[in-house]
């Protein structure tokens, strides 16, 4: 089933910062700007000036290497691009895509219709499928960590991608609520917690899509 028509999503990280003398570098990344910090981690945005990109630098006390050189090639996963260590944090640096955290996207639009929803769905479900196992997913989500790219494609962080409690205050999930939360929220605009399976009409397919990958998130759903 092809997606439905969005509106482009507006790019929230590509415009080109002006050089100072003395910003600070992550190798070959030059600091622009926090976008949030706490005393353990941090969440940077950073400029490569030989590309002409912006990256996110994540900034953790753990010096544990999560594996991230060993990144799957997963399209919901940020690409990551390389890491050391600075000032006593460890440092990853990863592509910043365009488009927008989930929330604010969402609070941009509204709710939206099935075809588009069920291809975010489609998206975190490839997404849980494929990372049980892996180091770089966080254990309990926020919504947070989830952004929508300018192709209308879900994202999922490793880390929060906006301050957290920016917008309406959700704390961290379990995995097997994120899709029940994420479709109310496509489907009806507000965000319920405990989950259930949003009250819209659908066709019957579509219905039993739903309900499947809401009550049984960690089985694979039939593609409606």
Known sequence: MPSESHPQTRDETQEIPRRQTGDPRFGPYR?????????????LVAFDDLLGRRVWIHESIEDVDPGLGEHPSRPTRLRWLQGGRRGGFR????????????????????PIGWSETRELLL?????????????????????????VDGHGQLKVAP?????????????????SAVP????????????????????????????????KLCREPLHRAARA
């Open 180 to 211: 029940g939360v994420i479709a109310t929220l496509c489907l009806e605009g507000r965000i319920a917690i405990p989950t259930s399976v949003p009250r819209v009409p659908l066709p019957g397919r579509a219905w039993q899509f739903l309900v």
């Open 159 to 175: 880390f929060a991608t906006t301050g957290m409690g920016e917008g309406e205050p959700v704390g961290p999930l379990d995995w």
């Open 123 to 147: 998206d975190l479900l490839t997404e849980m499928e494929g990372a049980a196992a892996s180091p770089c997913r966080p254990e309990r989500p926020s919504l947070e960590h989830f952004w």
């Open 91 to 110: 440092w990853d640096a990863f592509e910043a895509p365009s488009g927008a955290p989930l929330l604010r996207y969402l609070a941009r639009r509204g």
């Open 31 to 43: 600091l622009v700007r926090d976008v949030w910090r706490t005393e353990r981690e941090a969440l």
